[in-house]
Structures are given as C-alpha cells and as structure tokens.
C-alpha cells in the first residue's frame, strides 16, 4: 500500500468504543415488525408474537477460521452473517435478527471496520435481517467476530435432524465442493506468494470457486420455495462441514441409514478441473469438502414429484433402515461407505 494511503487511515482511538458502536448503528435502519428495540439500549427487544425463535451462534477467529491475506474485510463481514443464516434455514425458519461481536487488536482501523461492517450491512440487506446489537471488544492479536443470528417459524414448520424416516428422499441443493476448491486455489496461491512476494496469485477463471469460499450464501431462496410448494422436509441440515459428515447427523439423530448414488452429486466443471489440475479427487471435495452452505434434506416419497423439475434441488438418495448402513453407490464398483473424513482424505 502506498504510504499517502496509509496515511488517511483512522485509528479507533480517535472515536473511543462509543463512537465506534454509534458509527456502526447509524447506518442500521430496522426492516423486520419483530424488532421492536435494536441497538441502543442494554439489550435488544423482540417480539414473535407466537412464533417459536431458532437462535444460533457462530465465532470466526483470524489465523483459525479465516486468513486476511487473501479474505476481503467486507467478504469476510459478508460470510460471518451468511454462516449463521445458514444454520437458522436450515431449521426451515425464516432469519430476523443477528447481534454481532468484534474484538480487534490495534492494527485495525476505522476503515477496515467500514469494510468488514460493509459486508454486513449487505448481507442484512440481501437477507432481510436486522442487525440489533453486539459487543466491542480489543484484543491482544487479530480479529474474532462472533455473529449470533435469531430466526422464526411456526412450531410445526421446524425441521429437526431427527425426522428422516426408511424410504424417504434425499435431496442437495446446488452443487458441492467449489468452496473446498476454491480454499485450496487461495491456499496455493499464498505459498507462491510467501515464496515470491513478486509473483502476482494466478487467480483468473476461477471466479466461481472463490466466490463460492469467499461470498458464500445462505439457500432462504430454497426454503421459501418448499414453503411454495408446500413441502415440509422431514429432516434437514446446511451442508458446512461436507455432505458426508451431515447425513451421518442425520442418520444417527434419525436411526436410520442411507444410499446416495455418485452419479447424482452436482460438481461444478470449474471445481473438477482444478481439482484435476491438483491432483485432487473432485467426489471427495463434493463428499468431505466443507463450507459449502447448501442445504441437505429429506423428504416424504409423496412429495418427490413436486421436487423434480426444480433446477436447485437434486434427489441423491434415498432413506434406509439402520441396519443396512450408510453408503454412496459408485458409478462403478462397491459401494464406499460414508465416513466423516479429515485432511489426508482428498489426496488421490
Ligand atoms: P453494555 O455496556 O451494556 O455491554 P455496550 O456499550 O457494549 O453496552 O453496547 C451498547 C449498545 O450498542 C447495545 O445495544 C449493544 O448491543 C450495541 N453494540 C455494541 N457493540 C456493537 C457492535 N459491534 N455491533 C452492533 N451493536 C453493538
Ligand atoms: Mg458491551
């Protein structure tokens, strides 16, 4: 960076805790008739009348979740909203409000909690969300945020991990794996540079695999449609930690098992032919790769006629018994038994 560039930043000190939280609230306009007090008072009010509220809670720490060396502030605000509403939707409840907390060591600016609260901002605004408190915080190295995110849905429209039942469809939205692939281009491409500060990262016609790691989004869009179509999953989860690890939660909190058949998984051609390029096994990204954010769900036999033709919802599997165990049918050869795999998984 330039050093008059530098120059132009302002440091937190010059607005003290207060003035930075008022910075930050002044550019928070309430949209949802559920909030009734946001930031300002000791504690938000909110009123559901009736409506049961899902709430859940994600913290990102810098060097552990997230690297600013290739993370843009604003991204990162982005994603750090959008994880969290991810795991409201994936209860089938709509998401209303988030808190969000930041701690941060002297390096940061003012500017660069403009940019981090930009991605924020954007993220309430695509999502219909409400920022309605936090907490700020310093810290002795680096950035932790920590977004809460408040939801709501009428009892019975909650879905829980615990209803599959034998027999029924397994459906995924979207595609998987980009993201994993996109973390492991970014990955890459920061060696080269720690190597050769002088090379710039080879980053071109790879737009969508980082955008899919950096700009995630939460699949609402999904939900509202199965509230269209009148579709209730029986059970559902967002796919953060890989498509594996979440059918066996939903397996084990369901008791049942699972097939789901190799050539139904949408991969990406972008997220295959890098993983080809690194000698990586693009079904492993789509089975073990994480941060993904689609949705996994099942859903009544009934209903698979009114899924079928939806372009973002593909059936992958079906529901078994216990007892038959939990696998993904190959295009060719035995069946591999699904496993929450770790690192040493995705070399070919
Ligand atoms: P307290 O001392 O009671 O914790 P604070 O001064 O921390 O109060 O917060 C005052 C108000 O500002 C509260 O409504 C709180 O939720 C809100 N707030 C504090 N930090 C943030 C933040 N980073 N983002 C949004 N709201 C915040
Ligand atoms: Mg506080």
């Avoid at 330039?2 to 120059?7: G, R, W, Y």
């Avoid at 939707?89 to 998401?95: G, S």
């Avoid at 907390?101 to 600016?109: N, P």
């Avoid at 980082?210 to 796919?239: F, G, N, Q, Y």
Wanted: proline residues 3%.
């Amino acid at each position: 960076m330039a050093a008059e560039e530098k120059k132009k930043l302002t440091p937190i000190s010059d607005l003290g805790e207060f003035g930075l939280i008022e910075h930050i609230s002044e550019k928070v306009k309430i949209k949802n008739k559920e909030t009734r007090t946001g930031i300002g008072d000791d504690a938000a009010v909110l009123d559901f009348s009736g409506m049961q509220t899902v709430v859940t809670s994600d913290i990102l720490v810098e060097g552990v979740h997230f690297d600013l060396m290739y993370t843009p502030l604003k991204h990162l605000g982005y994603k750090a909203v959008i994880v969290n509403l991810s795991d409201v939707v994936a209860m089938n409840a709509i998401p209303k409000q988030i808190i969000v907390s930041i701690a941060m060591s002297g390096k940061f600016s003012v500017e660069a909690v403009d940019e981090l609260y930009s991605g924020i901002y954007k993220a309430c605004e695509a999502y219909g969300v409400d920022l309605v408190g936090g907490d700020t915080t310093s810290s002795v190295t680096g950035l932790t945020i920590s977004v809460t995110a408040i939801g709501a849905a009428q009892k019975e429209e909650i879905v829980y991990r615990s209803g599959a039942r034998e027999n029924d469809i397994i459906c995924a939205t979207g595609d998987l794996g980009a993201a994993y692939m996109g973390l492991q281009l970014l990955e890459r491409e920061k060696e080269v540079f720690k190597a050769n500060p002088h090379t710039q990262p080879e980053l071109s016609g790879n737009d969508y695999i980082l955008s899919r790691i950096l700009k995630p989004e939460a699949r609402l869009d999904v939900i509202k449609k199965l509230r269209e179509l009148l579709i209730k999953p029986t059970a559902m989860m967002d796919i953060s930690d890989g498509l594996s690890s979440e059918l066996l939660h939903i397996c084990k909190q369901s008791h049942c098992g699972c097939r789901i058949y190799q050539d139904k998984l949408a991969i990406s051609q972008e997220a295959a032919e890098l993983a080809n390029e690194m000698n990586l096994e693009p079904l492993i990204a789509a089975l073990n790769g994480g941060e993904d954010y689609e949705l996994v769900f099942t859903i009544d036999p009934a209903d698979y006629e009114k899924i079928k033709d939806i372009e973002q919802i593909v059936a992958i599997g079906h529901v078994t018994s216990e007892e038959k165990g939990k696998y993904m049918v190959p295009k060719s050869g035995e069946n591999i038994e699904l496993k929450a795999q770790g690192w040493n998984a995705y070399k070919k």
